[in-house]
């Protein structure tokens, strides 16, 4: 059995948490990869999502720490926090180029409008950490025809854009996609919002697997469910890179 982590950074906030995260991975002698996004935070055009919505329900309250860094759109993976990843031993990914625009807008826009949000990310990428991203996760899973197509012309090793259990390339119709996709396979604790409990059997049953992915972010997971992150670093053992995880890929694919 072995977890893999995938941490997203889509914010300013998420950005400000990744130390500490960094430390209680390292009292669980845990790995992660992290997908980092591009471009200006603009979560504050989320607000509008959660009008009438309970203030103090976990996905809007993890956006108060980066609230007024947002308020001026700086660039998410420009922040310094994220510096303590570089030569961590922790791997890094791009998380597309601004989250916000490119889960809401993505199925308007065509081949060479996304070839160009995913080639304008890859430079911000590498000016800050001094390597071109060599994985991509679409943000909010996120993904059409064109974006598939667009992909494959970037030559990554790997893509995480979907849910699911085992690696594979996507088709549609007669078109099967170059690009290998590692499907994350539950949704984010915050997201399933069930209890503590639960969730933890739910891992010990994907523990019995050769593998799975559970994804986190960590303004959420960490600052408001950390308890439960402990368990599950706890229960999950010492968890993977995806690019291990892409690295051992023959011998996990159905
Ligand atoms: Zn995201």
Same mark, same amino acid.
């Given at each position: ?66 609230? !007024? ?12 926090? @994220?510096? +303590?990843? =570089?030569? $961590?031993?922790? &791997? ?75 690696? !594979? ?12 996709? @590692?499907? +994350?396979? =539950?949704? $984010?604790?915050? &997201? ?63």
């Amino acid at each position: 059995m072995t977890m893999g982590l995938r941490v997203d950074v889509d914010s300013i906030a998420d950005a400000m948490a990744v130390p500490e995260l960094l430390d209680l991975l390292k009292k669980y002698h845990s790995k992660a990869t992290f997908f980092i996004t591009t471009g200006p935070d603009e979560t504050l055009r989320n607000i509008s999502h959660y009008t009438g919505k309970n203030l103090l329900s976990i996905p809007l309250k993890r956006y108060i720490p980066g609230f !007024f860094q947002s308020i001026i759109r700086r660039n998410v993976e420009s922040h310094q926090a @994220l510096q +303590v990843l =570089i030569n $961590s031993g922790h &791997e890094i990914g791009i998380h597309g180029y601004r989250h916000y625009e490119w889960m809401n807008f993505l199925h308007k826009k065509n081949i060479a409008e996304i070839s160009n949000m995913i080639e304008t990310g890859c430079k911000l990428f590498e000016k800050v950490f001094g390597i071109p991203p060599r994985s991509f996760s679409s943000p909010g899973f996120t993904t059409s025809k064109e974006y598939l197509l667009a992909l494959d012309d970037f030559d990554f090793d790997y893509s995480s854009d979907f849910y699911g259990f085992h690696p !594979f390339n996507p088709q549609v119709g007669d078109k099967k996609f170059g690009t290998l996709q @590692l499907p +994350v396979t =539950i949704p $984010s604790p915050c &997201e399933l919002q069930d209890d503590d409990e639960k969730i933890i059997r739910n891992i010990r049953e994907l523990c019995k697997k050769d593998h799975f992915i559970l994804y986190i972010h960590p303004s959420c997971e960490l600052l408001y469910r950390r308890e439960l992150l402990e368990s599950i670093l706890e229960c999950a053992g010492n968890t993977q890179l995806l690019r291990e995880i892409y690295e051992n890929t023959s011998d996990i694919r159905p």
